[in-house]
């Protein structure tokens, strides 16, 4: 017997044995035995499912006496085991949690009684290994989750509206599922998930399958229009049933579109990824802005988790899109990004949702404008809910954030520019990328306001004046939960070289056998390369000299949990991990020498030399072992030639290899000093850009003004000042200054303004840069609501309103200029530039310049947005929010608001004007690298003050009109540079 035989009987045992002492034990102590038992229930199927997802296999009979089912099969494979682990993980937070929560109607016998099988109910569902037990499994999950939401029906109308719009959609899902897997079982001619991936159907049998079970799985998912229920259930239910049912139950939506689109039928028309991005992307734009407008904070969340699935269920249908020979890695990475988005979106909406639950138990208020000030009576809820917030925003060092970046990756490495490209994909990547990033903008205004609201400033309520945090058993769930959102190196940060544009390095082409170049020959490198011309890159790591290695590239992710883009075979069954031939060119891919050590990763795919010899097809290799094909008739196995073409992989033949730079002894010292010299000229430069901005303002205007280095002097004498905080100020207060501060540094270490040198731990990726900046203005915001000021607020709202347009505007602009060059490296694109003059004026790059100039100006508090000089109440953004700092802390700010101008200036010249920038560590180069910046950031920022002073303020509501105007051009250039070859 194996863990995963031994933890499936183990589940079905607790679920039985908590039903039982939910039902026998006396009212005083059920919450806590049965609270505790099934916590244990939830770990013993976190355990089993890790255990899957390792590779253990593992099947347990259960007999039902039907006639024809002997058994019902219950055999977890890689994907279910991911699933069975979140659903564990979610289970037992929230019933340990729910040991100090629940009281009144939700701590009952049948309140417990059905949390163990809706618990039982959801583990069946990834378990099953045939249509049968997933049925039981999703109809059990339906009725004890009905159940339970059912429990505070005597308290209000809107309790029992919940559960009827719950139960008619839920008992929905499950008709469309019977009818869906009744149209596979009668082709395949079982029930049996094994048999239907073997011989799946075609046609439109295929097609009716596949809009059944699709229905299905979205109206558990929540997706539009099929959501409904969703934002009527969740506020209802108690708030442990409420995280379960976002973070986990949701999920079993989640499960079955992937055990549809990767095993049952994994080959279908281009309509049918359509048809998944309709559904997906209109469900996280839909969401996220009923959540923007919504008050009550269960109900937000809610809408949020519309959102979220919609995100996971486009990264699938970018999949889909996707999943051509051609671009079948790409196509798995955009896999693992849903994984990575369902991973992140249930730790994070367990600990909201958990931290919701504490708010409501301790002030008795969930609606946002009735509370305030629980930072200083519920610490640890607001720690909690702040670092959920963290991760639902998108911001780095959370989960969340690693896995929109990695959706951006499968974005921009579409090919849609190819004579072959399918135009129909060319025009829903560039949709889908601003979908993805409007709602990345606000999202952040969302949660900006949870947090905000919720925890800082002044009790707007009696309730919040009283607040106190809950029991032991919630504060250590809550605690526990926020860990695992927490993600402080980031996997895919792992990738930290260059890019696919070279700076020295040799490309090297693996040839054909057979056609006059010997295989792992030399071939010159390409002129048209840096030009923006095809190439094959790693998908995942668009920025690297070093390729992460083979065990661990996207490719092989997706694997690892089970999915694969073929039909089923025999030979290759469901819940086998097996490895495939390599392509007809006859090469192997080898992992390089001691690319298990964890400080030093491989180099990707080794090149052919001593000690990397690549074995012959006919020779067994211990590196690669090779499974013949399937015999017909007989199912047994025997040696065969290679697959048919349209069934491999893209051949190995065209893809473009670069030795890495050799780079000399302490190449990263070299880099780091480099990198430092680039931040101390900007922190320099910075003031003499303010003073020069000022006083072109005033020479224009007939004043003679204070001079240049008068900024200079304004922060000499605030840095000797010691700061005044008011009596009873929150943290926030004195650490916002120092996080803008901070983070407007380290986007001018990333920003490519001196040099196009990175750090080598963090890449210079777009979506880093752009989250890096978010933190700063997450900070400013959350500093003028703590201030619990009319100013204050007014500041922080107007303010947030601007980055919510700004972030998605940035993000699609230099998106847009990416795309040719295939990475989001902003220095790789720099050195595209430099090599191609051309891009600089196409149209793709203009209208991404003059977006990203309308951004600038606004997130930067120039005119017309804002008036830096005045502080009139109609005019005040910036200013509004820093009014209660002073001495050092309002020097922090002011140092960190003009180095964002700075990083964000120097971005856009030298994106514009790409000449002059240092390409290598050498000490003329980079003296030569802070001329050439400070001369472009003098001249622009003169440009923008000569501007200045013949424009006046827009009136607020233009603001928005502005900037949608900036998104607008944006997108153009996005859409552009995918039909544009």
Not at 231 to 247: G, N, T, W
Not at 512 to 522: A, D, N
Request: proline letters at 6%.
């Amino acid at each position: 017997m194996t863990v995963v035989d031994i933890g499936l009987g183990l589940v079905l045992a607790l679920a039985g044995v908590t039903v039982i002492a939910a039902l026998v034990v006396g009212d005083q102590r059920r919450s806590a035995v049965a609270g505790t038992l099934s916590a244990t229930l939830g770990l013993t199927a976190a355990v089993t499912g890790l255990a899957a997802l390792a590779g253990t296999t593992g099947t347990l009979a259960l007999g039902i006496g039907l006639p024809g089912q002997p058994a019902l099969l219950l055999a977890p494979d890689r994907l279910g085991g991911l699933f069975l682990a979140i659903v564990g993980c979610v289970s037992a937070l929230a019933a340990w949690f729910g040991v100090g929560y629940a009281r009144g109607a939700s701590a009952t016998r049948v309140s417990w009684t059905a949390y163990p099988v809706f618990v039982l109910g959801m583990v069946l569902v990834p378990a099953s290994a045939d249509a049968l037990g997933f049925l039981l499994g999703w109809e059990l999950m339906a009725i004890s989750s009905t159940v339970l939401l059912a429990a505070d029906h005597a308290t209000g109308p809107r309790v029992r509206s919940a559960v009827l719009w719950y139960a008619a959609m839920t008992h929905l899902s499950f008709v469309l599922l019977l009818a869906g897997f009744a149209v596979l079982a009668t082709h395949s001619g079982s029930l049996s998930f094994i048999a239907m991936a073997a011989a799946p159907p075609t046609g439109a049998t295929a097609a009716v399958a596949f809009v059944l079970l699709v229905g299905g799985f979205a109206t558990k998912a929540g997706l539009v229009p099929v959501h409904v229920w969703l934002p009527r259930a969740h506020p209802e239910a108690p708030s442990h049933v409420s995280a379960v049912m976002s973070a986990a139950m949701v999920k079993m939506g989640v499960y079955g579109l992937l055990l549809l689109v990767t095993r049952l039928l994994p080959e279908g028309p281009a309509w049918w990824g359509i048809g998944l991005l309709a559904l997906g992307a209109p469900s996280a734009l839909y969401g996220i802005l009923q959540a923007s407008v919504t008050s009550d904070l269960k109900r937000l969340l809610a809408y949020s988790t519309t959102e979220n699935v919609g995100l996971i269920v486009t990264a699938i249908a970018v999949a889909m899109l996707l999943g051509g020979d051609e671009q079948r890695a790409v196509a798995d990475v955009a896999l693992v990004a849903a994984l990575l988005l369902t991973v992140s979106h249930s730790a994070f909406k367990t600990v909201l949702f958990l931290s919701a639950g504490a708010i409501v138990h301790g002030t008795g208020e969930r609606d946002l404008d009735r509370l305030g000030g629980l930072s200083r009576t519920m610490p640890v809820t607001s720690a909690a809910l702040g670092v959920g917030g963290l991760a639902a925003a998108a911001l780095p060092i959370s989960s969340g954030f690693v896995a929109e970046w990695v959706l951006l990756q499968s974005l921009v490495h579409g090919n849609t520019r190819g004579p072959d490209a399918d135009r129909l994909v060319a025009v829903a990547l560039p949709v889908t990328v601003s979908i993805v990033a409007l709602t990345a903008g606000l999202a952040l205004l969302t949660f900006v306001k949870v947090v905000g609201i919720a925890a800082l400033a002044r009790p707007r309520s009696i309730g919040a004046a009283q607040a106190h945090e809950g029991s032991r058993a919630m504060t250590l769930a809550l605690g526990a939960a926020a860990l695992a959102v927490l993600s402080p190196r980031p996997a895919a940060w792992s990738c930290r070289g260059r890019r696919g544009v070279g700076r020295g390095g040799r490309r090297r082409r693996l040839g054909r056998p057979g056609r006059g170049r010997p295989t792992g020959g030399e071939r010159p490198a390409r002129p048209d390369v840096a030009r923006g011309a095809r190439r094959r890159v790693h998908p995942v790591g668009p920025a690297c000299d070093r390729p992460l290695p083979v065990s661990s590239s996207p490719a092989y992710r997706a694997v690892a949990v089970g999915m694969r883009r073929q039909s089923g075979r025999p030979a290759d069954a469901i819940h086998r991990h097996l490895l495939r031939r390599a392509s007809r060119s006859r090469l192997r891919q080898c992992a390089a020498p001691g690319h298990g050590r964890a400080r030093h990763p491989g180099r990707g795919v080794a090149l052919s030399r001593a000690g990397h010899r690549l074995s012959p097809t006919g020779r067994r290799s211990h590196r690669n072992p090779r499974l013949p094909a399937p015999a017909r008739g007989p199912r047994r196995l025997r040696r065969q030639g290679p697959r048919p073409a349209e069934r491999q992989h893209g051949a190995v033949s065209r893809l473009l290899l670069r030795r890495p730079r050799r780079r000399p002894a302490g190449g990263d010292l070299v880099t780091i000093l480099a990198l430092i010299w680039q931040v101390a000229v900007a922190t320099a430069l910075t003031p003499l850009l303010i003073g020069v901005m000022r006083q072109v303002r005033a020479r224009l205007e007939g004043r003679v003004g204070a001079g240049a280095g008068q900024p200079w002097r304004d922060l000499r004498k605030l840095f000797a000042k010691e700061p005044l905080v008011a009596k009873g100020a929150g943290p926030v207060m004195s650490r916002g200054p120092l996080v803008l501060a901070a983070s407007s540094l380290l986007v001018c270490t990333l920003m490519p303004l001196i040099s196009t040198d990175s750090l080598p731990w963090v890449p210079d990726d777009l979506f880093v840069v752009v989250g890096v900046l978010l933190v700063g203005t997450v900070a400013l915001a959350l500093l003028g609501l703590e201030s619990g000021t009319a100013f204050g607020g007014m500041g922080s709202s107007r303010h947030m309103m601007i980055a919510a347009l700004v972030e998605p505007t940035v993000l699609v602009a230099v998106y847009a200029v990416s795309v040719p060059v295939e990475t989001t490296a902003l220095s790789a694109i720099v050195e595209a530039r430099i090599a191609d003059p051309a891009t600089v004026i196409s149209p793709v790059s203009l209208l991404a310049l003059v977006a990203l100039g309308i951004v600038v100006v606004a997130e930067t508090g120039r005119l017309p947005v804002d008036n830096p000089s005045t502080h009139l109440e109609l005019t005040m953004i910036h200013e509004a929010m820093v009014l209660e700092s002073s001495g050092r802390d309002l020097a922090w700010l002011e140092l960190g608001s003009w180095l964002r101008l700075t990083a964000l200036l120097g971005l856009v010249v030298n994106l514009a004007v790409p000449w002059g920038i240092a390409t290598d560590s050498t000490v003329p180069a980079l003296l030569g690298g802070a001329v050439a910046v400070a001369v472009k950031l003098l001249a622009a920022g003169a440009v923008i003050a000569a501007f200045e002073v013949f424009l006046a303020k827009v009136r607020l509501f233009r603001v928005p009109e502005l900037l949608a105007g900036s998104f607008v051009l944006a997108f153009l250039s996005v859409t552009a540079s995918y039909l544009v070859a």
